[in-house]
Every structure is written in C-alpha cells, then in structure tokens.
C-alpha cells in the first residue's frame, strides 16, 4: 500500500473543498440569473442597412434589451451584443440587418432601448430608361436647380445629365448612389459640396 505524504493530503483535501464551494457558488450565480431567455427570431422580412445611434446619453442604452431587438432581425447574439457596444463605446454603428419583419417596430423597438435607427435607402429600381430618366429629374428639381447649376454644384457633367434626363443613358451603380445621396439630403449635400 502506498501512503502519500500528510501536506499533500492535506493540500488535496483543500482543493476539494475548494472545487465544491465554487460549484455551489456557480450554481448560485447561475440561479440568480435566471432561466436563458430565447431570443424569436424573425421568420421572414427584408435585409436593411441600418446605421444605430444612441437617443441620448450611451449611458441610459438598455444593452440587453437592444441586443435582444438585433438579434430578432437575424444577427449572432454575439454580434448583435458587439454591435451595441459599439454604440455606446463610439457613437455609431453600420450594420446589415438579414430579417427586418418592420421599419418601424424596429425603430420603436430600439428607441425604447435607447438606440436610434437610421435606415440606408436602397438603391431605386430603375428598370427602364424612362424610369431612370425621370428619377434623375426628380432629384435634380428637388433641390430647385438648373441642369447647369446641378452639373456646377454637384461635379455632374452637363452632358452626362442632359443624356440622363433624356433617357439617352443611364446612370452607373456608382452615380445611382450618388444622386441616391443627394436626393435623401438635398440641401445638406448641396451644403457641402459648396463649403468644401
């Protein structure tokens, strides 16, 4: 028969006690927290781009409950946490969103959390050259200007327009997102282009 040294016993006999207190006290933490709340997920809805802000203070977001929200659209619970970190941590966030069921029990949703939602437009589907050449008009008469005073202001070529309006051509993905720009903030893109 073997015997083992008395401190090793010793020593042995601590670290089980050890191990059972700090079993006891998982299981306790683990009761206090709660049974796991399964996040419903949605069965159907669009993919949105949406860039997240906090409403006020990022002190006064409600994390759990804005991961929660993220999480119902499609995200990782993981990423959905990282996400809210982030807004509070650094003030925004951009995020590609696979299941929005409603724009806007999403933007009520996180605004209880204390999260605001702005939703990135989608490009317009423009499936002919009279669609698109009448968009590009739209845009370009939503903030009251000439063909000229658009091309000078907005760095379009004059000629590159006057063929848009006239459905001799049609815009590139690139150009598409730029007007796509200009017609969601007209006056603040006019702004800048003149300010520098």
């Known amino acids: 028969m073997v015997w083992a040294?008395?401190?090793?016993v010793r020593l042995l006999l601590w670290c089980l006690r050890s191990w059972i207190m700090k079993n006891a006290e998982l299981k306790e933490v683990f009761g206090r927290l709660g049974p796991i709340q399964v996040v419903d997920r949605n069965q159907s809805g669009s993919k949105e781009s949406v860039?997240?802000?906090?409403?006020?203070d990022p002190v006064e977001i409600n994390a759990i409950a804005a991961t929660q929200v993220l999480a119902q659209c499609g995200l990782k619970l993981l990423l959905a946490k990282r996400a809210v970190e982030s807004v509070i941590d650094e003030g925004e966030v951009l995020l590609v969103l696979p299941k929005v069921a409603s724009r806007e029990r999403l933007a009520n949703e996180l605004a209880d959390a204390g999260v605001h939602p702005e939703f990135i437009r989608k490009p317009p589907k423009l499936t002919s050259k009279d669609a698109s050449k009448e968009w590009v008009k739209r845009v370009r008469l939503s903030v009251g200007l000439t063909q000229k005073e658009f091309s000078v202001i907005f760095g379009v070529d004059l000629k590159t327009l006057q063929k848009y309006e006239q459905g001799d051509s049609v815009p590139a993905a690139a150009v598409k997102a730029y007007l796509q720009t200009i017609e969601a903030n007209p006056?603040?893109?006019?702004?800048?282009?003149?300010?520098g």
């Open 5 to 8: 040294p008395v401190g090793f």
């Open 51 to 56: 860039v997240l802000h906090p409403e006020g």
């Open 187 to 195: 006056h603040k893109m006019m702004r800048m282009r003149i300010e």
